[in-house]
């Protein structure tokens, strides 16, 4: 059986959006956020959800979202489908989408996602994946962007990333890359971004006079940084791995004591679910300058702008 039609607009990767798209949905996820009467932009329409590892944010801001356009949602747990266990991905796509109008997926393996996306006939929504974050990414961004920006420019706006280089970092790098920012990445060294997600990024950087620098000093990268971010040492599917990633990450953590490298008025990001206490300090993360449930509840607001753009012509 051959795959479905190219001409399904999907939404995998930062990758696939052109810059002025971005800056579309960030436009429209701004008007969204301003203006939350209901909407019926999907009405009659079915967004489909379905996720093969735990999630709050994820799922409730597409459902939430979904009923605020107008439109139902349906969460499809990871023991109802067995994706590629009780029935091939190809079959799952084709069938979710003869009945849905979109589907969001959450995935252990990104290879699923492609998969997915090329035997289904509606929209591909990756709800995150173990390379990447997408629908994060636009969260952050468009966070920066309400609190850093000049209008819609980021130009010289310095975020600096602390922690992995794991599937969130490398969306926010090509979100980065992709609207002018400064981005300065620091891991432990072994655990840098993927040398495919650094390409991208470099190349998308050239086009928009963006930088994305990538080394392994925390205390380089925050250096009068308007934004601190970090996420998780070890990421869902990684539990394996926890003890010698705690050692590995140790000189890592988002304290006091780095972020005073920032400027005075940065803000702190992540997007959590966070483990208080190692890659983030309880006073941080409750301090000042965090505005880490701004973004949290920016989720929401992008959700519904993708979800517009992707099923209501709003481009
Ligand atoms: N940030 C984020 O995606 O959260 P969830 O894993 O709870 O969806
Ligand atoms: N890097 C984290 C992000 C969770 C939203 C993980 O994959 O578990």
Redesign the pocket.
Known sequence: MTAVAERVRHFVSIADLEPDELGTLLDLTARLKADRSQRSDLRGRTVALVFEK??????LSFDVGTAQLGGHSVYLSPAEVGLGRRESVADVARVVSRMADAVVLRVNAHETIEEFAKFSGVPVIN??SDLS?P??GLADIFTIRERKGRGADLRGVVVAYVGDGNNVAHSLMLCAAKTGVTLRIATPPGYEPLPRYRELAQSAARASGASVEIGNDPSVAVAGADVVYTDVWTSMGQEQEYERRRRAFSGYQVNAQLLARAKRDAIVLH???AHRGEEITDEVIDGPLSAVFDQ?EN?LHTEKALLCWLLGGKR
Do not use: I, M
């Open positions: 735990p999630s709050l944010r994820t799922r709800g995150l974050h629908c994060q997007d959590l679910p949290a989720r």
